[in-house]
């Protein structure tokens, strides 16, 4: 096993399942781009998303996306960060392939996790699992480390790359002030106000404190 991916994850147990809120498990591993250390983003918004294998065609379609997207992400300090159980050799004729077939670069980094230590220590899979179709799954890590978004996908359905970049526009409003975002919210729509929490804050919202939408300050 590679030491510096058995050395990784050490925030979490194997056994446990990552859950919002949770810091994310620090890594140091291989990746397209040479070394990488997860912390060493700390101060920017990640997204690490996972695959189970190169060379599939869902995950194909996503990468020639998110690398298409890179400009929008950048423009919001979104820094993005693959990964795949395959080795790193597997990844650079992947990406290679990408270029020649579709002439699109990959420009973020492409993790290896062929031992899968990543992968468990993200819950990804569980330690009976025997193979890594379930590696489907994208971290949503805000700048201080902190897990804020869970999602999942079945190996035959692509992600949405125009929904990851609206949910972390919706976490960056939400960081930014006292709101919520309600439904399918898009930049410059009304925001939900957090419910009060005592009679008299009840009776000043009036018949909507449950769902107090308001004009959005910053739009």
């Given at each position: 096993?590679?030491?510096?991916?058995?050395?990784?994850?050490?925030?979490?147990?194997?056994?446990?399942?990552?859950?919002?809120?949770?810091?994310?498990?620090?890594?140091?591993?291989?990746?397209?781009?040479?070394?990488?250390?997860?912390?060493?983003?700390?101060?920017?918004?990640?997204?690490l998303f996972?695959?189970?294998?190169?060379?599939?065609?869902?995950?194909?379609?996503?990468?020639?996306?998110?690398?298409?997207?890179?400009?929008?992400?950048?423009?919001?300090?979104?820094?993005?960060?693959?990964?795949?159980?395959?080795?790193?050799?597997?990844?650079?004729?992947?990406?290679e392939a990408?270029?020649?077939?579709?002439?699109?670069?990959?420009?973020?980094?492409?993790?290896?996790?062929?031992?899968?230590?990543?992968?468990?220590?993200?819950?990804?899979?569980?330690?009976?699992a025997r193979?890594?179709?379930?590696?489907?799954?994208?971290?949503?890590?805000?700048?201080?480390?902190?897990?804020?978004?869970?999602?999942?996908?079945?190996?035959?359905?692509?992600?949405?790359?125009?929904?990851?970049?609206?949910?972390?526009?919706?976490?960056?409003?939400?960081?930014?002030?006292?709101?919520?975002?309600?439904?399918?919210?898009?930049?410059?729509?009304?925001?939900?106000?957090?419910?009060?929490?005592?009679?008299?804050?009840?009776?000043?919202?009036?018949?909507?404190?449950?769902?107090?939408?308001?004009?959005?300050?910053?739009?």
């Amino acid at each position: 096993m590679n030491d510096r991916i058995a050395d990784a994850c050490p925030l979490v147990p194997l056994s446990s399942s990552l859950k919002i809120g949770d810091e994310a498990p620090d890594f140091t591993a291989r990746t397209t781009q040479g070394d990488f250390t997860l912390s060493s983003l700390r101060g920017r918004w990640v997204i690490l998303f996972s695959h189970p294998a190169d060379f599939t065609p869902v995950c194909t379609s996503e990468f020639i996306a998110m690398a298409r997207a890179v400009p929008q992400f950048e423009s919001m300090d979104c820094a993005l960060v693959g990964l795949s159980v395959d080795s790193l050799p597997a990844h650079l004729a992947w990406l290679e392939a990408i270029r020649a077939r579709f002439g699109v670069t990959i420009p973020f980094p492409v993790i290896e996790d062929p031992s899968l230590a990543i992968a468990r220590a993200y819950g990804m899979l569980d330690l009976d699992a025997r193979n890594s179709a379930t590696v489907r799954a994208a971290y949503f890590i805000d700048p201080r480390g902190i897990v804020r978004v869970i999602t999942w996908y079945p190996a035959t359905v692509g992600r949405s790359v125009a929904e990851m970049l609206r949910v972390l526009r919706a976490l960056q409003r939400v960081e930014r002030g006292d709101v919520m975002t309600p439904e399918g919210w898009m930049p410059g729509a009304d925001v939900v106000l957090p419910a009060g929490q005592t009679y008299d804050e009840v009776m000043a919202a009036g018949p909507d404190w449950f769902m107090n939408m308001q004009p959005d300050a910053e739009a």
